[in-house]
């Protein structure tokens, strides 16, 4: 039971209230004096005759105005709305004691930590926060708060250490520990063994092939020439594109992109070379191309399988010598750019089948890089996973969500046919409908992608055993062929040479028929 006795100040007023408590054997809890004139006593209920006959003895104490009872201390208000505040703040809070020990932590942090706030409490700082050492700044009992880049499990966050003082008996200053605040703001990027940071240490991977990718692209990215960057829609193509630029020696120069395939060819052309005046209506003083305006910068073609004839053989003259007509005009224009070409699968697949200039593409592919998809670097599922589940969590303002195991595996199995920006875009989806704390399958939405073994089932009833292996390799090709269109990874994948998986998907009709020459 809790009471809040009103009175007016009197010397001894407390001490004669726990008298009577003492003399009716009531066992007190907690008592709070509020200087504005307000007792508040906590004692375990009591039968009602013994509570009236308490509440009377009370009212007769001298300077004594009221006695109500209410449903809780105001500490006890306090403590609540204190814990309220704490679990719905969507950034990490931790309090630590002088030893750098937890004492109070959030579900922010716990979420992050993939604990129960009550095992995380007692632990040592230093074992759940990485990036700065909590307890040598706790051991100089500092004054003045500090800030550093924290590292909470997968996130990253820029944390304020508060320093926390009391007055002891004596009414001295003592140092009690520390409250640790994570604001939701990105880790910069690490500098690198020469001291600079590198524009590559924000691609997050696990996968040895995209290390040795990137370690590549890192040289790569000092050369000043054209660069061809491959792989499936979503791998990060022009996440590359864009760090070799940053990289190279043309960083400070204009960064220009242009989707090849998005534009028809009359559009393309103007956009990349320009039109003098009186061309066109709209500007009639004529407009500068994308090389015109990256001069001395870096223009990324994107999609540049998808260019027109026309357009290829113009680019191959401007790559001869860096000279150009715009359309209507008769005199040169010398321009100096880096040029990075993307390409969905791989290029020269667009060479054999003739929709791509052969010259073109070898001058093209002076430097190449070809990105792996999703599903071939398994290990990176979860790190993407963990990464855009903090990201948009910061960006939607709410506490962090957990992945539960079912929902680790789902993720970790599913093929991703529209590598990292599917598996982006569906855990921002996900995320932005979720009512709850930790995200499980049913909450992912992805359409269903056959399993192999379903899609091979062979009907072995008619024919003969080579009709059977042939259905039984047409079935295998045509399921395989979207994820692999390119037919020399086919190739590597099933064990065989260029050629042959060629002229199979030649002889099964798949894809795009090559011309004959």
Known sequence: MRLEITCSDR???????????????????GIEVDPIG????????????????LMSKIRRIPNVEDVKTIPYMPTEREHYEFNLLLSTLPNPVISVDSK??????????????????????GELVNDLVGGFHVHRWLEKQPSEPHTDYVRIGTANYRASFLPVWVNDKEGEP??????????????????????????????????????????????????????????????????????CHQAGNRSQQPFLAVNCGALPDNVAESELFGYGPGIFTHHPSGKKGIFEQANGGTVLLDSVGDMSQELQAKLLRFLEDGTFRRIGEEQMVRVDVRLICLARGALFERVESGHFREDLYYRLNVLSLQLPPLRDRKGDVLLLAEHFVQK???????????????????LSQYSWPGNVRQLENTLFRSISMLERETLEPSDINLPDVPAIADSLAIDLEDGTLEDAVKRFESTLLRRLYPSYPSTRQLARKLGLSHT??????????????RKRT
Do not use: W
């Open 11 to 29: 010397l001894g007023l407390c001490q004669d209230v726990l008298t009577i408590l003492r003399e009716n054997g009531i066992d007190l809890k």
């Open 100 to 121: 750098g020990r937890v004492d109070i932590i959030n579900s922010a942090a716990a979420a992050l930590l993939d604990t129960e706030k009550d095992a995380l409490r």
């Open 392 to 410: 948009f969590c910061q960006q939607l303002q709410r506490a962090p969500i957990r992945l539960s195991p079912p929902c680790k595996d789902y």
């Open 174 to 243: 003592a140092f009690a520990g520390a409250v640790v605040h994570c604001q939701s703001e990105p880790l910069p990027s690490r500098p690198n063994s020469s001291g600079q940071v590198s524009p590559f240490s924000h691609v997050l991977t696990q996968h040895a092939h995209v290390k040795r990718v990137l370690k590549d692209a890192e040289r790569m990215a000092q050369l000043d020439v054209p660069l061809l960057i491959e792989g499936e829609t979503g791998v990060g193509k022009e996440l590359i594109a864009r760090a």
């Open 38 to 53: 307000k007792i508040y006593l906590s004692f375990p209920t009591i039968e009602f005759a013994d509570f009236q006959m």
């Open 500 to 513: 042959a998986i060629a002229n199979k998907l030649r002889d099964y009709g798949i894809g795009k028929q």
